[in-house]
């Protein structure tokens, strides 16, 4: 699970030295494209599915694309620990949604602590950029919401690649706008394998694999640990240091993450990681 998180913040780390390159959409083009081409190989969906089947993968396809697509423009805007943070309050909204129980609304105070230290921390903090973070958590929230649909209606791995390929034709569009011929040059290319490789294969076999050993409730706690990755990757690996008061919001956003995963019943595993440039 450690190793997950990890691959998945080194793989942010590499896809933003492809900005210069490609820009953001024609960063996410390529994730998605090989992260889709690998997928299928693997699993060789049936394209033979209920109406109600495709409706869930195209659901899910277009909303993972949206996220990956805004949490680009966010990562090439502010530092990847700050985007991570931010983005975090998605799925942690949609957790602790619904919930009347005063410890829930503890945790709830926690993240809105953590927001206003990135607020007050933030100094040059690019607003535009904290916008696209806030656009990519609520579109985590709505596909934690699609990958339950997809669970239901679809079996093993097939919807998840079939949504993938989804994924990856509707940021193409933007992507060829943005980056054109550059996007086959073959450096380019091996880079962008690499960005699927070690933000959506292999946090997705790690995952499957701590799923089986590792009770849900103690999976939801350690994924809380990725902003706080994110920043030591972004500090170690892109030279991005944050301010105490950042590292503050940080480990706030961390807690009341790891409080909600911890009171809650059961914790939605994501699927294949793509949340973070995830």
């Given amino acids: 699970m450690l190793l997950g998180i990890l691959s998945v913040q080194l ?3 590499l896809a933003k030295g492809l900005f210069g390159a490609v820009g953001s959409f ?3 083009t390529l994730r998605l494209f090989f992260a889709a081409v690998i997928l299928l190989l693997v699993w060789r969906p049936p394209l033979r599915m209920t109406r109600r089947a495709w409706g869930s993968v195209i659901v899910y396809g277009a909303v993972l694309a949206l996220m990956n697509l805004l949490f680009y423009l966010a990562l090439a805007r502010i530092p990847l620990g700050i985007a991570v943070s931010i983005e975090l309050l998605g799925p942690l909204a949609v957790a602790l949604g619904g919930s009347r129980r005063w410890r829930d609304a503890g945790w ?3 993240a809105a602590a953590g927001v206003v230290l990135l607020t007050d921390g933030g100094g040059d903090l690019d607003l535009l950029g904290v916008l ?3 656009g990519a958590g609520a579109c985590w929230g709505l596909y934690i ?6 669970g239901r209606h679809t079996t093993e791995g097939n919807g998840l690649a079939l949504g993938m390929a989804v994924a990856a034709i509707v940021a193409a569009p933007v992507g060829l706008y943005e980056s054109g011929a550059a996007l086959v040059h073959p450096g380019v290319m091996a880079v962008g394998l ?3 490789m070690l933000s959506s294969v ?3 076999s790690l995952d499957l694999e701590a799923l089986r050993r590792l009770p849900p409730q103690l999976f939801g706690i350690l994924m809380s640990l990725e902003p706080a990755a994110a920043a030591v990757v972004g500090l170690v690996v892109l030279g991005e240091s944050l301010s105490p008061a950042q590292w503050a919001a940080v480990l706030c956003i961390v807690g009341a993450s790891a409080g909600a995963a911890l009171g809650a019943r059961s914790m939605p595993p994501r699927v294949a990681d793509d949340s973070d440039g995830g």
């Avoid at 919401?145 to 997809?150: D, E, Q, T, V």
């Fill in 132 to 134: 696209f973070a806030v």
């Fill in 202 to 204: 292999i946090p997705y």
């Fill in 194 to 196: 690499g960005v699927a």
């Fill in 108 to 110: 709830a105070l926690l």
């Fill in 26 to 28: 024609g960063t996410v």
């Fill in 145 to 150: 919401i699609a990958s339950a649909g997809l």
């Fill in 11 to 13: 793989g942010s780390a």
